[in-house]
T-cell receptor, first 112, second 119 residues
Framework: GQNIDQPTEMTATEGAIVQINCTYQTSGFNGLFWYQQHAGEAPTFLSYNVLDGLEEKGRFSSFLSRSKGYSYLLLKELQMKDSASYLCAVRDGWSNDYKLSFGAGTTVTVRA | GAVVSQHPSWVICKSGTSVKIECRSLDFQATTMFWYRQFPKQSLMLMATSNEGSKATYEQGVEKDKFLINHASLTLSTLTVTSAHPEDSSFYIC???????????????FGPGTRLTVL
C-alpha cells in the first residue's frame, strides 16, 4: 500500500505564494500527480512528475525528489479562485492499470 | 479533449433500492476506468478498476456483489449500487485514462461526480 501525507489546511493572502508539501512511502513508484478539487466538484489535473526536479506550468509548479519521497506544489500569485483542496496522488510501482493512491488533500483558503 | 461525463449528477433513493451510475468517455476510448468514493472532507478512495470486456478488479474491503461494475464498451462503464443503505450515501466519481495520448497519457481525467443520498 501507499502512505501519503500532506497538511490538512493552509491559508494565504491573495497575490502571495503557497507551497503544499507531500511525502509518500510506497513499495514502488511510477509517478506523482497533483489535482485541484473545488468543493462538490471532481478533481482536475494540475501536474505530473516522474523524474526528479521542477515542472513549471504557469502559476503552478511541482517538484519531486524520489530519493526523499517528497514533492511540493507551488502556487504563485494566488487568486481567490485558487481556494480549493489540492490532492497529492501516487501511481503504484509497476501497475499496468495506472491505479492512483490519493492523500487526504490540503484545503487552501485564499484571503483578500 | 479527454472529457469524461457522469450521469446522473445527483440521485436520492430509498433504502433497499438499486442505483445505476454511468461514466462515459466522450472523445476518447478508455480501456480502463476507475471508480472512487469520497465522503465529506475526505480524500478519494479507489473502489475498483473497471476493465473493458473483463471483470472489474475491486479494492480490499469493497463488496463486489454490492457494487456491480460493468464496462461493456470502450466508452462506457456503469456502477450499480445494489440494495443501497444510508451509509452508502457519498460522492461517487469515475475517471479514465486516455492511453497513447501525445505528450501524456498518464493522468486520469475525472467525471463531474454523482452525489448519492440514500434515505
Amino acid at each position: 500500500g501507499q502512505n501519503i501525507d500532506q497538511p490538512t489546511e493552509m491559508t494565504a493572502t491573495e497575490g502571495a505564494i503557497v507551497q503544499i508539501n507531500c511525502t509518500y512511502q510506497t513499495s514502488g513508484f511510477n509517478g506523482l500527480f497533483w489535482y485541484q478539487q473545488h468543493a462538490g466538484e471532481a478533481p482536475t489535473f494540475l501536474s505530473y512528475n516522474v523524474l526528479d526536479g521542477l515542472e513549471e506550468k504557469g502559476r503552478f509548479s511541482s517538484f519531486l525528489s524520489r530519493s526523499k519521497g517528497y514533492s511540493y506544489l507551488l502556487l504563485k500569485e494566488l487568486q481567490m479562485k485558487d481556494s480549493a483542496s489540492y490532492l497529492c496522488a501516487v501511481r503504484d510501482g509497476w501497475s499496468n492499470d495506472y491505479k492512483l493512491s490519493f492523500g487526504a488533500g490540503t484545503t487552501v483558503t485564499v484571503r483578500a | 479533449g479527454a472529457v469524461v461525463s457522469q450521469h446522473p449528477s445527483w440521485v436520492i433513493c430509498k433504502s433497499g433500492t438499486s442505483v445505476k451510475i454511468e461514466c462515459r468517455s466522450l472523445d476518447f476510448q478508455a480501456t480502463t476506468m476507475f471508480w472512487y468514493r469520497q465522503f465529506p472532507k475526505q480524500s478519494l478512495m479507489l473502489m475498483a478498476t473497471s476493465n473493458e470486456g473483463s471483470k472489474a478488479t475491486y479494492e480490499q474491503g469493497v463488496e463486489k456483489d454490492k457494487f456491480l461494475i460493468n464496462h461493456a464498451s470502450l466508452t462506457l462503464s456503469t456502477l450499480t449500487v445494489t440494495s443501497a443503505h444510508p451509509e452508502d450515501s457519498s460522492f461517487y466519481i469515475c475517471s479514465a485514462r486516455e492511453p497513447g495520448r501525445r505528450g501524456g497519457g498518464n493522468e486520469q481525467f475525472f467525471g463531474p461526480g454523482t452525489r448519492l443520498t440514500v434515505l
